[in-house]
């Protein structure tokens, strides 16, 4: 006798077989392979059961989408899923002539129906690491589509709360930690590859080397994001001294700095939604706990846009070369001086820093002297300073009027002559990885 495992068998077990047909009437086979059908079916759904059966098959039909498929899903949730403008407008409406008692009202409409889907498929086993997955498949899909854009809105914002800071969960990872999370920081490393098993083991096991990432109770064998870091003595100038092979080990308590190397967001569908900012204050604060001499705290970062940047200045490459009179200012102009649309810094990673309340420290040239390293920013890397008792003051500066702290030391590169001119704007944007954001 052939077991029946269909979706409709389980659905009838968890709820009864009297319940399903109300729930498709004759439309059960068609709306159980239709993800879009089956999404209408959710937003009606009452019972606590039926409805984890049902986000569960949701999913699972989306995840079985081909990219057209996906394509045509996303459409239906813009069009099908959307605000009803006159029913917003007639809550409007009332709201102005009945006061407070009638804003409930008036939020519930202006909020587009594919929020509670997405809080309906959050219930489904696993439902938070899935819809990190359809966000990263709708991040794909919005490059060839902007209409997708308000889709993106509401899951961020969903994704935003639920993954706020109060659950995020700080973990320091070494060379006892679980093979498959080692496997997992291998493939995540964006900012400087490892190569080897013999590679990470130099990144973890040393006394003067450490690593810590966030998790997500939701998701507890996925990395949110992870910081490597260095203890050295003073500032490091360079990602080759950082990562020799061999190299002289530092005691840890010998160290006076804390340098972070590296942060690499793991999670594509995550783009966006930001935790470096809180893994450095949290790793700082934790390592002063355990080593009261670091007095220091640094970034040692890319420059992922100045090689562009200078090429569209009209800037010589000849005079950017290491060891070249130009590399230092003109890098210092670009940091600070070259702004986007909103007034912000134009480099991605100097945004991030700064915006958190980090001092353009130091620029180093021939930092990064890889191939990937000369092709985006010349060899250049930077130091972003956090001193833990300005953070916030340098950071509500940022926030309130784009302010930006800046060493004497680059206020002084920024003095010199420029003769390629004036900072401007370009429309060249950097290729950012998932990396140092």
């Not at 995020?168 to 930690?177: G, M």
């Not at 002063?288 to 970034?299: G, H, I, R, V, Y």
């Not at 003109?330 to 810094?345: C, F, I, M, Q, V």
Request: hydrophobic share 45%; glycine share 6%; aromatic share 6%.
């Amino acid at each position: 006798m052939t077991r029946d495992n269909s979706f409709a068998s389980r659905l009838r077990k968890l709820v009864g077989p009297n319940v399903v047909p109300r729930l498709w009437g004759d439309g059960l086979q068609a709306a159980q392979d239709d993800p879009v059908s089956l999404s209408h079916t959710l937003l009606t759904a009452r019972g606590q059961a039926s409805g984890v059966a049902i986000a569960d098959q949701v999913l699972s039909l989306i995840e079985g989408l081909t990219s057209d498929g996906i394509d045509r899903y996303f459409t239906a949730l813009r069009v099908e899923f959307e605000v009803d403008l006159d029913e917003v407008l007639a809550a409007a409406e009332r709201a102005r002539d009945e006061g407070p008692t009638a804003l409930k009202a008036l939020q519930l409409a202006a909020e587009p129906p594919r929020q509670e889907l997405f809080r309906r498929l959050n219930a489904a086993p696993g439902g938070t690491a899935r819809l990190v997955e359809v966000r990263r498949k709708l991040l794909a899909a919005l490059r060839h589509d902007p209409t997708l854009a308000p889709i993106d809105a509401d899951l961020r914002h969903l994704l935003r709360s639920w993954f706020n800071r109060g659950f995020l969960v700080p973990t320091r990872i070494d060379w006892h930690s679980s093979a498959d999370l080692l496997e997992k920081i291998i493939a995540y490393e964006a900012v400087h590859a490892i190569d080897t098993w013999d590679a990470l083991r130099e990144r973890l096991v040393p006394t003067d080397r450490r690593c810590f990432a966030f998790f997500h109770p939701a998701m507890p064998n996925e990395p949110l994001i992870f910081v490597e870091v260095a203890l050295t003595k003073g500032l490091a100038s360079s990602i080759q001294s950082v990562l020799a092979s061999p190299r002289e080990v530092l005691n840890a308590e010998d160290a006076d700095t804390a340098i972070f190397y590296s942060i690499s967001n793991c999670q594509v569908g995550l783009a966006g939604i930001s935790f470096g900012a809180f893994l450095i204050k949290q790793v700082a604060s934790d390592l002063k706990a355990e080593l009261p001499n670091l007095k220091t705290f640094s970034t040692l970062s890319p420059v992922p846009g100045f090689a562009k940047w200078a090429a569209a200045q009209g800037i010589p490459t000849g005079t950017l070369a290491p060891g070249q009179d130009n590399l230092v200012p003109a890098a210092a102009t670009y940091l600070a001086e070259a702004k986007d649309d909103a007034d912000r810094p134009f480099d991605p990673v100097a945004k991030f820093h700064l915006g958190n309340g980090a001092e353009l420290h130091r620029i180093n040239p021939d930092a990064d002297l890889s191939e990937k390293g000369l092709e985006q920013s010349h060899g250049v890397m930077v130091n972003y300073l956090y001193e833990l008792d300005q953070v916030e003051a340098r950071h509500e500066a940022f926030a309130a009027s784009g302010e930006l702290a800046v060493s004497r030391a680059v206020r002084t590169a920024l003095g010199r002559p420029r003769p390629w001119g004036a900072a401007r704007q370009t429309g060249v944007r950097a290729d950012v990885d998932q990396s140092d954001l």
